[in-house]
């Protein structure tokens, strides 16, 4: 028999992982001296720890591989636990590639700009909520702005401050000057069966904002009619990193627009729905 030292020096292992396989019982000494204390452990237990590290180097949590080398497990749960660990491998290794092509995306922008640029691009999820709106096709930027207003005005008179959240517009047509396909509304803080009545006749009702999975987002300020700036700096980071539009985009105002000592001034968070491209 070995005592713990040679033990660990033959497995390659320290004494102190030895220690600790032995106070949750994953592997214990053949025998411990019961005057000194000493642990001694046989040749024949190697075959046991190189088991557990072999299992442990899959990832597999102690737990399973405690089963595993104690046969507590059929093969079906031992595939189904390395599914499991395959598919959190894959994620990892999908998640670590993104990050990879936006280091990369980062070098190429200094490279050929000499900085990283005004805006900084951020990839999130949104969930669904209750949203309060008007979908028309404007025939143009100063009446799509027109009705911007009246939202305002209609929403800020008719809705109390609590249900309300932040406006948001979503534009179902490509980013042109003319035949604007938009949907102007406010996300609520809970569902309402209020509707808005418009000047004109027309009327706000309730729909909902879906969820997105994935929405490549930036914030910007300045005029709301430079808007056109942030939209173009996110599809520069979409083509260097590899994404496609998959969805209309929103404009989600994080402070209430046309208001204050600059009225044409905004504060705006940009969003996409992207998914990989092919």
Do not use: C
């Not at 000493?38 to 405690?66: C, F, H, M, P, W």
């Not at 749960?77 to 390395?82: A, K, P, Q």
């Not at 700036?229 to 520069?236: D, V, Y």
Request: proline share 4%; no cysteine.
């Amino acid at each position: 028999m070995f005592r713990i030292g040679e033990f660990s020096t033959i497995a390659r292992v320290s004494g102190r992982l030895l220690r600790y396989y032995d106070s949750i019982g994953l592997l214990s000494p053949q025998h411990v001296d019961a005057a000194t204390g000493y642990r001694y452990y046989t040749a024949g237990q190697l075959e046991r720890l190189n088991r557990i590290l072999a299992l442990k180097d899959l990832g597999l949590s102690l737990d399973q591989v405690a089963r595993m080398v104690d046969g507590n497990v059929s093969t079906g749960e031992i595939r189904g636990m390395l599914m499991l660990k395959k598919a959190e491998l894959e994620r990892t290794l999908s998640e670590e590639a993104d990050r990879l092509a936006r280091v990369e995306s980062r070098l190429q922008q200094i490279d050929e700009q000499g900085s990283l640029g005004e805006y900084d691009i951020v990839v999130k999820a949104a969930a669904a909520r209750p949203f309060l709106s008007l979908r028309r096709t404007f025939a143009g930027m100063g009446d799509a702005v027109a009705m911007l207003k009246e939202v305002i005005r209609a929403m800020t008179t008719q809705v109390p401050p609590a249900v309300r959240d932040k406006m948001v517009v979503v534009a179902y047509s490509d980013f042109e000057d003319e035949d604007l396909d938009l949907e102007i509304g406010f996300g609520l803080t809970r569902s309402t069966n209020r509707k808005v009545a418009l000047a004109g006749g027309d009327e706000m009702t309730l729909g909902e904002l879906p969820a997105v999975e994935t929405l490549a987002t930036l914030v910007r300020s300045g005029p709301i009619q430079q808007a056109h700036i942030g939209f173009g700096a996110l599809g520069l980071w979409m083509e260097a990193n590899r994404y496609r539009i998959s969805g209309p985009s929103r404009e989600v105002f994080l402070e209430p627009p046309f208001s204050g000592p600059r009225p044409e001034h905004v504060v705006m968070e940009i969003q996409f729905p992207v998914s990989r491209a092919a």
